[in-house]
């Protein structure tokens, strides 16, 4: 890896420069950091786990019309994508209540919501990633309205595919986490990853509510069995393509 030219490099993958101007190449790292990196670890296996189902769930979400920045994987760590300018939004969609929106609101964690929340945050570490509001997006000059609309559909949209899909795996999307970006065409691209890294997970057939947790609530909460959780989430996706 060291003789490539790195792009960027974040908390949970390294971006590499290619002979072609418009892809790039990730690397996904077994590196896991959590509450703005405040925790740091490792979860053996986490970067081929991840690659895998990333490269899977943006390979059915491209069947189903949902533009993704995905090419291929050269190698089990390692993934070309398209070359975009990333809006710097975290797009979150909630199915049922957990995490931060329990913290925020003091709705019980599972609670269901009665129709899907989006939300958008801020992606800067310095300011601990808050929670935006439109007029905010706007203010900041983050995204423009027709983005904001195209986003939320685009979320909701996804979340109705993946949230069938993990259903047949026997899993339900409690939330997840999505980054998009900007290829040199103005195409608005799914970008980053979808993993048990940027998801909330639970096991339908695991009634205990730590038990159920298959994502990185198992590393933030130290629940142990984070690389068995990670690598059963693995098996179904692939099981279930
Ligand atoms: P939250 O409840 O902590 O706001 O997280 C919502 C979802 O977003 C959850 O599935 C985890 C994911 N997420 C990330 O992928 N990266 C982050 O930095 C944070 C805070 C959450
Ligand atoms: N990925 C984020 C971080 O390290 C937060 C998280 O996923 O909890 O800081």
Redesign the pocket.
């Known amino acids: 890896m060291s003789n490539k030219e790195k792009f960027y490099e974040g908390k949970a993958k390294i971006l590499y420069a290619t002979e072609n101007p418009e892809v790039l190449l990730t690397y996904y790292k077994d590196e896991a950091t959590a509450f703005?990196a405040q925790k740091r670890g490792s979860i053996a296996g986490k970067g081929e786990i991840n690659c895998k189902i990333s490269s899977y769930l943006f390979n059915l979400l491209e069947k189903k019309g949902i533009p993704t920045h995905f090419i291929d994987c050269p190698s089990a760590k390692e993934m070309r994508v398209k070359k975009v300018k990333i809006l710097p939004l975290?797009v979150?969609v909630?199915n049922i209540a957990?995490?931060?929106?329990c913290k925020q609101t003091g709705l019980a964690e599972g609670t269901v919501l009665k129709k899907p929340l989006v939300e958008f945050?801020y992606k800067n570490d310095e300011l601990g990633?808050p929670l935006l509001t439109s007029d905010r997006i706007l203010i900041m000059e983050l995204a423009t309205p027709e983005q904001i609309e195209q986003l939320r559909t685009l979320a909701l949209r996804i979340n109705d595919i993946l949230s069938e899909f993990f259903l047949n795996c026997g899993i339900t999307l409690?939330?997840?986490?999505l980054e998009f970006g900007i290829d040199s065409a103005g195409n608005l691209l799914l970008a980053d990853e979808i993993s048990p890294?940027?998801?909330?997970l639970w096991d339908n057939s695991e009634k205990d509510p730590n038990r159920r947790v298959m994502?990185?609530d198992r590393f933030r909460r130290d629940l142990g069995n984070v690389e068995e959780a990670y690598r059963r989430v693995l098996e179904r996706v692939s099981f279930n393509l």
């Open positions: 703005n975290e979150v909630r957990a995490g931060s929106l945050y990633d409690v939330d997840f986490k890294d940027t998801c909330r994502d990185k």
